[in-house]
């Protein structure tokens, strides 16, 4: 079945550290990926995309994801965690040129910074 | 730019009471419009979008309905309320590729 994991539901990380959220897809062979960030009781933000080219991709605060097709994945990381960055991460995905009406999410990871 | 408004914030309903949840768009004209739930501890699930005035596609079945009236209108309605209906109801506009999120509604049935 087609399908989008993010596989950690949890994750604590001090701040200054680097972080990783994990997130894979079984959808078609072109996909659109997507990163948005939830603070708690608000809408998502969108934090960065992909949709070709160079498969390292910079987004807003200081995040970037990479897109590795052989691994299906697209992992969000960036370098040095700050506090304000606790929030909820979701990957999201279009499965292609004849779908981009609809975007399908992960489960979510809940980022939590410890001082 | 665009700006995507959700009224209300919040909302406390009974069991069998109605439900209307309102979504509307500024800036932008003939967007793609969506509405999504989010349950507590899980992801989004796409419950309704619209390409166009009049035009609903319903993604899973359940006891909600959608319409959309005029262009940048949407909203999400129910005749009567279950438990399971609470959750966090997010509206978004997008185009191709593009998807934009609205402040949400936290709707709780009692």
């Known amino acids: 079945a087609q399908s989008v994991t993010q596989p950690d539901i949890h994750i604590t990380v001090s701040e200054g550290a680097s972080l990783e959220l994990r997130c894979n897809y079984s959808?078609?062979?072109?996909?659109?990926l997507f990163w948005y960030v939830q603070s708690p009781g608000q809408g998502l933000q969108l934090l960065l995309k992909?949709?070709?080219?160079?498969?390292l991709v910079q987004g807003i605060k200081g995040f970037e994801a990479e897109f590795k097709r052989s691994q299906s994945s697209f992992n969000l990381r960036k370098p040095s965690v700050h506090w304000s960055d606790a929030a909820e991460y979701f990957c999201a995905v279009v499965p292609g040129e004849y779908n981009f009406n609809k975007f399908y999410f992960g489960s979510g990871t809940k980022l939590n910074v410890k001082p | 730019s665009q700006t995507i408004h959700q009224w209300p914030a919040t909302l406390v309903q009974p069991v069998g009471s109605p439900l209307s949840l309102e979504c509307t768009v500024e800036g932008t004209s003939n967007p793609n419009l969506y509405w999504y739930r989010q349950a507590a501890g899980r992801g989004l699930q796409l419950l309704f979008y619209?390409?166009?005035?009049?035009?609903i596609s319903s993604e899973v079945p359940q006891n909600l309905s959608a319409s959309r009236p005029q262009d940048r209108q949407f909203i999400l309605s129910s005749k009567k309320l279950l438990l399971s209906d609470s959750g966090f109801y997010l509206c978004?506009?997008?185009?191709?590729?593009?998807?934009?999120f609205g402040p949400g509604t936290r709707l709780t049935v009692t």
């Open positions: 992909y949709f070709s080219g160079d498969t």
């Open positions: 619209s390409v166009g005035i009049g035009q």
């Open positions: 978004a506009w997008g185009a191709i590729y593009e998807q934009y």
């Open positions: 959808y078609g062979a072109t996909p659109y």
